[in-house]
């Protein structure tokens, strides 16, 4: 990377940083953008359908419309960020040109290309992707990528794969922070990892960008328990808006996050907040999304 | 010496680390309990100003946090923690402590690609590093305050007796001259 690309670079990690311990929430248009801001999202993910419904409706699903995501843009003040499909530089170019604040490259979407990601260094504007375990998330990082997210499994309201994802994570990273130095070139090698990025797991003991929770979170207790779990903020998608009462769920989501710690909180906080959605057990679907991409 | 830091949301973790580098004990502040025992000093830190003002609220922090400033509790904001402490800020629906003689711009270099890296001289010390994420500036100050950095034409760092307020992030990154100085000089004094 030249200086001015990881300066870049460094101003993207420090975005991230400052989206912890808050909760991204998944919206359609400039009406749920502002519910979510008022529950206190700490930004908006803009899609036009969320993945509940994408993978009901089926079929290939891509990025936005820019014109919706302009209108969620002009309807809150807090970062937009937008979904492009993995490999399609396009559509991240396009994003890039209407100054989203996050690019997430997504497996939600169906994926452009099944080899490659997005060389995300070339851009200025920054990314997250997701990951299963430490070595996808440190090859996201050695791409570019800013921020990482755990892909659990989006639109079931079902939280094990996140669950899975995170454990993994952070097994995986206690691991690294144990190894002598000869065992982590090996490790380096196995993961199809940059030494440099090991050793930086090695030495602090966790992932150098913000790692997110994602995919499954439809309760307040599923969002303390990924922050229990390591998560240092949470990604909510279908859980907010196919529930039964938005906005008070959405407020109760973000408190959780702030006070992941305090069961008595967390008791006052899981009352009285209607339907949640229904979701879909992991057995029962077909199409995993947490596979696309690696 | 014991400081505060408002831990709702953003990056309060690093000003901890900060501190603890300078061998201060700091505490983490997530609801009303956390400041039965009072402080000597306060970070408000960055993060989303609309999120932070909120949860104050719901949290039920607010009042009695707003009362320990303006009975003198040192105060350190950065970014988002300066549009709470600013009276007036342009373009932010979110309503802070507004103590501080100020008037903030939010967001005022636009989206995430206008987010940048500067080097200026603070309150006298040159060359401190400054990071700027989706940053406020300060349009305009009262007569009581003391602007202490500047960069580009606008005033980035201002002091009003017990309140400090910076644009910029000096929590992320290693130098310490800014956490130095709210100990020193408005903890201290």
Same mark, same amino acid.
Request: glycine content about 10%; proline content about 4%.
């Given at each position: 990377?030249?200086?001015?690309?990881?300066?870049?670079? +460094?101003?993207? !990690?420090?975005?991230?940083?400052?989206?912890?311990?808050?909760?991204?929430?998944?919206?359609?248009?400039?009406?749920?953008? !502002?519910?979510?801001?008022?529950?206190?999202?700490?930004?908006?993910?803009?899609?036009?359908?969320?993945?509940?419904?994408?993978?009901?409706?089926?079929?290939?699903?891509?990025?936005?419309?820019?014109?919706?995501?302009?209108?969620?843009?002009?309807?809150?003040?807090?970062?937009?960020?937008?979904?492009?499909?993995?490999?399609?530089?396009?559509?991240?170019?396009? /994003? +890039?040109?209407?100054?989203?604040?996050?690019?997430?490259?997504?497996?939600?979407?169906?994926?452009?290309?099944?080899?490659?990601?997005?060389?995300?260094?070339?851009?200025?504007?920054?990314?997250?992707?997701?990951?299963?375990?430490?070595?996808?998330? /440190?090859?996201?990082?050695?791409?570019?990528?800013?921020?990482?997210?755990?892909?659990? +499994?989006?639109?079931?309201?079902?939280?094990?794969?996140?669950?899975?994802?995170?454990?993994?994570?952070?097994?995986?990273?206690?691991?690294?922070?144990?190894?002598?130095?000869?065992?982590?070139?090996?490790?380096?090698?196995? /993961?199809?990892?940059?030494?440099?990025?090991?050793?930086?797991?090695?030495?602090?003991?966790?992932?150098?960008?913000?790692?997110?929770?994602?995919?499954?979170?439809?309760?307040?207790?599923?969002?303390?328990?990924?922050?229990?779990?390591?998560?240092?903020?949470?990604?909510?998608?279908?859980?907010?808006?196919?529930?039964?009462?938005?906005?008070?769920?959405?407020?109760?989501?973000?408190?959780?996050?702030?006070?992941?710690?305090?069961?008595?909180? /967390?008791?006052?906080?899981? +009352?009285?907040?209607?339907?949640?959605?229904?979701?879909?057990?992991?057995?029962?679907?077909?199409?995993?999304?947490?596979?696309?991409?690696? | 010496?014991?400081?505060?830091?408002?831990?709702?949301? %953003?990056?309060?973790?690093?000003?901890?680390?900060?501190?603890?580098?300078?061998?201060?004990?700091?505490?983490?502040?997530?609801?009303?309990?956390?400041?039965?025992?009072?402080?000597?000093?306060?970070?408000?830190? %960055?993060?989303?100003?609309?999120?932070?003002?909120?949860?104050?609220?719901?949290?039920?922090?607010?009042?009695?946090?707003?009362?320990?400033?303006?009975?003198?509790?040192?105060?350190?904001?950065?970014?988002?923690?300066?549009?709470?402490?600013?009276?007036?800020?342009?373009?932010?629906?979110?309503?802070?402590?507004?103590?501080?003689?100020?008037?903030?711009?939010?967001?005022?270099?636009?989206?995430?690609?206008?987010?940048?890296?500067?080097?200026?001289?603070?309150?006298?010390?040159?060359?401190?590093?400054?990071?700027?994420?989706?940053?406020?500036?300060?349009?305009?100050?009262?007569?009581?305050?003391?602007?202490?950095?500047?960069?580009?034409?606008?005033?980035?760092?201002?002091?009003?007796?017990?309140?400090?307020?910076?644009?910029?992030?000096?929590?992320?990154?290693?130098?310490?001259?800014?956490?130095?100085?709210?100990?020193?000089?408005?903890?201290?004094?």
């Amino acid at each position: 990377m030249t200086g001015r690309m990881n300066e870049r670079f +460094e101003l993207n !990690k420090n975005l991230a940083q400052m989206l912890k311990g808050g909760v991204i929430m998944d919206v359609t248009g400039p009406e749920q953008a !502002k519910i979510a801001e008022a529950a206190g999202a700490c930004a908006v993910m803009a899609l036009e359908r969320i993945p509940a419904d994408i993978r009901a409706a089926g079929g290939v699903s891509r990025m936005s419309d820019p014109k919706m995501i302009k209108g969620i843009q002009q309807a809150v003040t807090i970062p937009v960020m937008a979904k492009c499909r993995i490999g399609h530089f396009t559509e991240a170019q396009i /994003l +890039e040109a209407i100054e989203i604040d996050y690019i997430d490259e997504s497996e939600v979407l169906s994926p452009a290309d099944d080899r490659y990601h997005i060389d995300k260094a070339q851009f200025a504007v920054p990314f997250v992707c997701g990951a299963k375990d430490l070595g996808e998330a /440190l090859r996201r990082i050695n791409e570019g990528a800013a921020m990482i997210r755990t892909k659990g +499994e989006p639109g079931t309201g079902d939280i094990i794969q996140a669950v899975r994802h995170m454990r993994m994570m952070q097994s995986e990273i206690r691991r690294f922070k144990s190894m002598s130095i000869d065992e982590l070139y090996d490790a380096a090698k196995v /993961l199809q990892v940059p030494y440099e990025l090991a050793l930086y797991v090695h030495e602090k003991g966790k992932l150098p960008v913000v790692n997110f929770a994602a995919g499954g979170v439809a309760t307040p207790a599923d969002a303390a328990l990924m922050m229990q779990l390591g998560a240092e903020g949470v990604f909510v998608g279908s859980g907010i808006f196919k529930s039964g009462n938005p906005e008070r769920r959405a407020a109760a989501i973000v408190k959780a996050v702030t006070n992941f710690n305090d069961p008595k909180v /967390l008791a006052e906080l899981s +009352e009285d907040l209607g339907e949640a959605m229904v979701g879909i057990n992991e057995a029962e679907i077909t199409l995993l999304m947490a596979e696309r991409g690696k | 010496m014991s400081i505060g830091i408002l831990a709702l949301q %953003g990056a309060f973790i690093e000003h901890v680390m900060r501190l603890r580098e300078l061998g201060v004990e700091a505490f983490e502040i997530r609801q009303l309990r956390d400041i039965e025992d009072g402080m000597d000093g306060l970070i408000l830190p %960055g993060g989303e100003s609309t999120v932070i003002s909120k949860l104050l609220r719901d949290l039920q922090l607010f009042d009695p946090l707003r009362e320990s400033i303006e009975n003198g509790l040192p105060v350190f904001g950065t970014c988002a923690g300066l549009l709470l402490l600013a009276k007036n800020v342009v373009n932010d629906g979110a309503p802070g402590f507004a103590v501080m003689d100020i008037t903030a711009k939010r967001n005022a270099y636009g989206r995430q690609l206008g987010s940048f890296l500067a080097k200026e001289s603070f309150a006298g010390v040159p060359n401190v590093p400054m990071t700027f994420i989706r940053a406020p500036f300060i349009e305009s100050v009262g007569a009581g305050v003391e602007i202490l950095a500047q960069t580009g034409g606008h005033i980035v760092a201002a002091r009003q007796d017990n309140v400090l307020v910076t644009a910029f992030h000096p929590e992320l990154g290693d130098d310490v001259t800014v956490h130095r100085y709210f100990l020193d000089n408005v903890v201290d004094s």
